[in-house]
């Protein structure tokens, strides 16, 4: 049973507007939060994390938002670009063992 | 730094051969992690290591499975025999102690076994 999900496999936007990703877990006991993005043919980078003692947490044109009750996150582009297009993965970690989600391709179109 | 260092980028080989590879992490990283990133599963952690000790192999699929850490600074994993559902792309990332899990992930080898 896969402990981190994102429901949704692709998500297509237009240049400039928000892109919005979003991810589900279902261990309470996940205390750190991570998007990861990834290239075609390069491993994953790190982008933003968020502790779970907070519910938002922004890095320029990305934020990450948190909600525990619902054991919800979700990672907004604003606005997104071009070279936003790739694989978004969502990870959570407890006790120094992350686990990823399936990922979700974003496609941002000129 | 040159980053976490993979090796080889691609591996063809047949059904039954043995087949490892090979990381470099990152200096002074004290976790080293093995994914396996396929497109029925994403990307799946296979086993970890803190200060070259393993410490969780639960992800490794079975016996034909199998990792080492010798030193700080080289890991393996090792599948004998190989077979056709073992073709994936397979990451290995290290990260610093305390900060959980922000990883440095390797460019991955991209394995096909025919």
């Known amino acids: 049973d896969q402990q981190v999900k994102q429901n949704s496999p692709s998500l297509s936007v237009q240049e400039g507007r928000i892109s919005i990703l979003n991810c589900d877990y279902t261990?309470?006991?996940?205390?750190?939060f991570l998007w990861y993005k990834k290239y075609p043919a390069e491993g994953p980078t790190f982008l933003i994390s968020i502790s779970s003692i907070k519910d938002k947490n922004e890095d320029g044109r990305f934020t990450v938002f948190l909600n525990k009750s619902a054991k919800h996150l979700s990672l907004h582009i604003v606005p997104s670009q071009p070279g936003d297009s790739a694989v978004y993965f969502c990870a959570a970690s407890a006790h120094d063992k992350v686990i990823f989600g399936p990922g979700t391709s974003l496609s941002v179109i000129p | 730094d040159a980053g976490v260092i993979q090796s080889p980028r691609h591996e063809v080989t047949e059904m039954g051969q043995e087949v490892t590879l090979r990381c470099k992490p990152i200096?002074?990283?004290?976790?080293l992690f093995w994914y396996r990133q396929t497109m029925m599963r994403g990307l799946e952690l296979l086993i970890y290591?803190?200060?070259?000790?393993?410490?969780?192999d639960s992800g490794m699929p079975e016996d034909r499975f199998s990792a080492k850490m010798p030193n700080a600074s080289f890991s393996t994993l090792k599948i004998q025999p190989s077979e056709p559902r073992d073709s994936a792309v397979y990451f290995c990332?290290?990260?610093?102690?305390?900060?959980?899990?922000?990883?440095?992930f390797g460019p991955g080898t991209r394995l096909t076994v025919l």
């Open positions: 290591f803190n200060n070259n000790v393993p410490i969780d």
């Open positions: 200096s002074g990283h004290d976790y």
């Open positions: 261990n309470s006991m996940f205390d750190y």
């Open positions: 990332a290290s990260s610093l102690s305390k900060v959980s899990g922000r990883s440095v």
